[in-house]
Nanobody, 123 residues
């Protein structure tokens, strides 16, 4: 089992930055692929970014590529989502997720989920 706790959400103006953190406990986080997903009010959950177990590779949604960066520190069991040039359409609850399977963008392949942290981007 892996427990995930997100932090770092809040209110920011368009063009600003936020840094989301995900603290993992339980099973060694280096054995788990980690990802970020988001869900805006009234919309379905969508993939944001995933990083491989070793941290050597990552994949991003087209909507955030070039603005967001996912990273991980396996010695500290943390995953970071650095979000720059934020837009109002980035407003959503952001969820950290972990997968012991081969997972990339499909949320159904992630079995561990945090409670989420709200990001609000104003005009």
């Amino acid at each position: 089992q892996v427990q995930l706790v997100e932090s770092g959400g809040g209110l920011v103006q368009a063009g600003g930055s936020l840094r989301l953190s995900c603290a993992a406990s339980g099973r060694t986080s280096s054995s788990v692929t980690m990802g970020w997903f988001r869900q805006a009010p009234g919309k379905e959950r969508e993939f944001v970014a995933t990083i491989w177990r070793s941290g050597s590779n990552a994949v991003y949604a087209d909507s955030v590529r070039g603005r967001f960066t996912i990273s991980r520190d396996n010695t500290k069991n943390t995953v970071i989502l650095q979000m720059n040039s934020l837009k109002p359409e980035d407003t959503a609850t952001y969820y950290c997720a972990g997968s012991s399977r081969w997972a990339q963008t499909d949320g159904t392949q992630f079995e561990y989920w945090g409670q989420g942290t709200l990001v609000t981007v104003s005009e």
